[in-house]
């Protein structure tokens, strides 16, 4: 199983980003998934997750309100929204696949992981 992130890059503060996670088995379609996020220097966190229906939802308190999380089971792509974008939301953004088809907060829930995307926000 291989996940495949994209969409990051430099912006500004304000601004927004659209990440993808491109999956390459369909079994993926009955997992939950998730995007974590690793600053420098720091461990990586959790950021948002979501089942495998797209139904239910669960956001770090950090990005409630500006990122949304969904997913196009047809296209076996994740998403991840992100509006209002701060200089703290840098990081490398990571998705990730669940053991089960509901998706939680703790890294070792999970079972592929994508590569990695850049986003950097300036102020």
């Known amino acids: 199983v291989q996940l495949q992130a994209s969409g990051g890059g430099l912006v500004q503060a304000g601004a927004s980003l659209r990440l993808s996670c491109a999956t390459s088995r369909r079994t993926i379609s009955n997992n939950g998934m998730g995007w974590f996020r690793q600053a420098p220097g720091k461990e990586r966190e959790f950021v948002a997750a979501?089942?495998?229906?797209?139904?239910?939802?669960d956001y770090a308190d950090s990005v409630k309100g500006r990122f949304t999380i969904s997913r196009d089971s047809a296209k076996n792509t994740l998403y991840l929204q992100m509006n209002s974008l701060k200089p703290e939301d840098t990081a490398v953004y990571y998705c990730?696949?669940?053991?089960?088809?509901?998706?939680?907060?703790?890294?070792?829930?999970?079972?592929?992981w994508g590569q990695g995307t850049l986003v950097t926000v300036s102020s």
């Open positions: 979501i089942d495998w229906r797209g139904v239910i939802t």
């Open positions: 990730a696949a669940s053991l089960t088809s509901t998706a939680g907060r703790m890294r070792n829930s999970y079972r592929y």
